[in-house]
């Protein structure tokens, strides 16, 4: 179990972490949420059934990592949409970009919302560990548990990525991150992307059928 982790009965997930992984761990999950932003949350006498409905944001976010975490609907830098020309399929470039800010508007609250909460159930289930005498231990997921920590971790290999500028196409290039030596400064951070991705790999393999 060591190092990933392993399906448990009821839907589940453990994996055993060491103190200094642990460590590692929350303190990833709570810079992801200092990443995403605290929200706009009602504030006092405010109707929380109309913040609920609120508009977010029209525009992609300038921040790179962000970019990459609420990418465009629609075709466009870092867009999960398909383009086959100018301005993607079905439209112009104007068209595509008044779709995509639509869709923005009307949904990254949610996504960020959603985000947020995978990040929190991260430091939450770490945080209530009770460390052996070498101070690792068993962290045991329930279902939701383990959907949030994938979603977690998904984004976090999605931000250091974009850190590191390793794009979509380099994900299957992840041996020359092995090879770099010792004295490059970006080899702790390239250490963290590869040991999520393994993470997340055994993760995913729990949860499958």
């Avoid at 975490?69 to 830098?77: I, S």
């Amino acid at each position: 179990m060591a190092g990933h982790f392993e399906a448990t009965p009821g839907g589940g997930a453990a994996v055993a972490l060491d103190e200094v992984e642990i460590s590692i761990l929350r303190s990833l999950a709570v810079q992801l949420l200092e990443l995403v932003g605290p929200g706009d949350q009602p504030a006092d006498g405010e109707d929380p059934l109309a913040a609920l409905f609120a508009e977010g944001p029209s525009e992609p976010p300038s921040d790179p990592a962000l970019a990459r975490l609420f990418p465009d609907a629609y075709g466009g830098p870092g867009g999960s949409g398909g383009s086959s020309g100018p301005g993607g399929p079905g439209g112009s470039d104007k068209e595509v970009r008044e779709r995509s800010a639509e869709f923005r508007r009307f949904t990254e609250m949610d996504l960020r919302s959603r985000k947020r909460e995978d990040a929190l159930t991260v430091v939450r289930t770490l945080d209530s560990l009770s460390p052996a005498g070498d101070g690792g231990a068993v962290l045991t997921l329930t279902g939701d548990e383990s959907r949030s920590w994938l979603g977690a971790l998904n984004d976090l290999r999605l931000t250091i990525g974009t850190r590191l500028e390793v794009s979509d196409e380099d994900q299957g290039e992840e041996g020359s991150l092995y090879r770099l030596p010792d004295s490059d400064p970006r080899k702790p951070m390239v250490m963290a992307y590869l040991w999520l991705g393994a993470l997340q790999e055994t993760l995913v393999e729990t949860l499958m059928p």
